[in-house]
Nanobody
Framework: QVQLVESGGGLVQAGGSLRLSCAVS????????MSWFRQAPGQGREFVAR????????YYADSVKGRFTISRDNAKNTVYLQMNSLKPEDTAVYYC?????WGQGTQVTVSS
């Protein structure tokens, strides 16, 4: 079965950086576009970033554009989200998505 395992979340002060990772198994990783979503307490799940199967095309939500970077390493079956200049409003559980499959989520908390 397809599994997505996330890591890299944690507690960081405003203005700091984190890099999230999502390792994919049980699928041909290079065939799929990959996305990151997030969900803050009491809020719906929102789109954050997307990258094409080859890594040649990316798209970002306006709220993170210029601060976050999505990338992938198809040889390692892993997608990344580099998060810089973090704000308290970035606090959320971050989820990795491949087609209909989702990771378990990893908590990111940004203190003021």
């Amino acid at each position: 079965q397809v599994q997505l395992v996330e890591s890299g979340g944690g507690l960081v002060q405003a203005g700091g950086s984190l890099r999230l990772s999502c390792a994919v198994s049980g699928a041909t990783f290079s065939r799929y576009d990959m996305s990151w979503f997030r969900q803050a307490p009491g809020q719906g799940r929102e789109f954050v970033a997307r990258i094409s199967s080859s890594g040649g095309s990316t798209y970002y939500a306006d709220s993170v554009k210029g601060r976050f970077t999505i990338s992938r390493d198809n040889a390692k079956n892993t997608v990344y989200l580099q998060m810089n200049s973090l704000k308290p409003e970035d606090t959320a559980v971050y989820y990795c998505r491949a087609s209909v499959y989702w990771g378990q989520g990893t908590q990111v908390t940004v203190s003021s």
